[in-house]
C-alpha cells in the first residue's frame, strides 16, 4: 500500500502549533500567579502553581530544542 505523503509545511504547522499553546500556557499560568498572587498565598495553593511553572517550563524548552534540532537537520 501507498502511504499518503503530507506536505513538509503542513507536517512542521502540526508540529509547531502544540509547541507554541504550550508557551502560552506557561505564560497564562505566570500571569495567573502574579495577579492572584496574595490569595495563591493565603490558600496555600502557591506551591502547587510555582511547581506547574517548574515542570512546563523545562519541557517547553526542551520541546523548542527538539525541534529545531530536527528542522536544521532536514527531518522536519
Same mark, same amino acid.
Given at each position: 500500500m501507498n502511504q499518503p #505523503? *503530507? @506536505?513538509?509545511?503542513?507536517l512542521r504547522l502540526l508540529v509547531i502549533f502544540p509547541n507554541v499553546l504550550s508557551y502560552i500556557l506557561l505564560v497564562g499560568v505566570?500571569?495567573? *500567579?502574579? %495577579? @492572584?498572587?496574595t490569595g $495563591? #498565598? %493565603?490558600a496555600?495553593?502557591? @506551591?502547587?502553581? $510555582?511547581l506547574l511553572v517548574a515542570i512546563?517550563?523545562?519541557m517547553a524548552i526542551y520541546t523548542t530544542y527538539s525541534i529545531v534540532k &530536527? *528542522? &536544521?537537520?532536514g527531518v522536519l
Open positions: #505523503k *503530507i @506536505n513538509p509545511a503542513v505566570l500571569v495567573y *500567579i502574579a %495577579t @492572584n498572587f $495563591l #498565598k %493565603t496555600g495553593a502557591l @506551591n502547587f502553581w $510555582l512546563l517550563c523545562p &530536527r *528542522i &536544521r537537520a
